[in-house]
């Protein structure tokens, strides 16, 4: 594996658990590039603790000097690497991957699977038959077919009415 290679120096990584648990097992540093979701949170939380640095696609144009640069100061700078080092020892002392995986065994084990358990009574019959869903979806089409033609009678009429005065 190339991670586990003596030679590799910084990882670019999209912070999901996989690539930053091999990260942190290695002492290897991070190069962030979160995209969507809880990676944001991860990577901010990397960049705390010292670990990583982070190519924002949002917030800056992502090019090839500012990849570069952070990976200059990623490779480098001993900081990181002890900032990775410190973190390993946190899972190591926590029991890291191993505790992880014995937690989701013994609930896999000993607790009722809660994602194949039916709706029961406790939820109402809206909900157990997704009708909230589909009332929701019929008045979204609804008011956009509203809409539709409001402007459609709007342009062909000139939004005037036919209003007859009565004397």
């Known amino acids: 594996m190339i991670l586990h290679h003596r030679n590799t120096k910084v990882?670019?990584?999209?912070?999901r658990l996989g690539s930053l648990s091999e990260s942190i097992d290695d002492a290897t540093?991070?190069?962030a590039f979160p995209l969507f979701g809880d990676q944001m949170s991860i990577e901010y939380h990397l960049q705390e603790a010292g670990a990583a640095l982070a190519?924002?696609?949002r917030e800056e144009p992502i090019t090839a000097a500012a990849g570069t640069d952070r990976t200059v100061c990623l490779s480098t700078d001993p900081s990181f690497v002890e900032a990775t080092k410190r973190l390993y020892q946190i899972s190591k002392r926590e029991g890291g991957a191993v505790k992880a995986a014995v937690i989701v065994e013994d609930l896999m084990m000993f607790s009722p699977p809660i994602h194949l358990t039916p709706s029961n009574d406790s939820v109402s019959f809206l909900?157990?038959?997704n009708l909230d869903v589909y009332l929701v979806i019929l008045l979204r089409v609804g008011s956009?077919?509203?809409a539709i033609v409001a402007f459609v009678s709007m342009v062909l009429f000139g939004g005037k009415k036919n209003i007859?005065?009565?004397e």
Not at 11 to 15: A, P, Q, S, Y
């Open 144 to 146: 956009f077919l509203y």
């Open 29 to 31: 540093p991070m190069l």
């Open 11 to 15: 990882i670019v990584t999209h912070t």
């Open 164 to 166: 007859k005065k009565t």
């Open 55 to 57: 190519l924002h696609w």
């Open 127 to 129: 909900a157990s038959t």
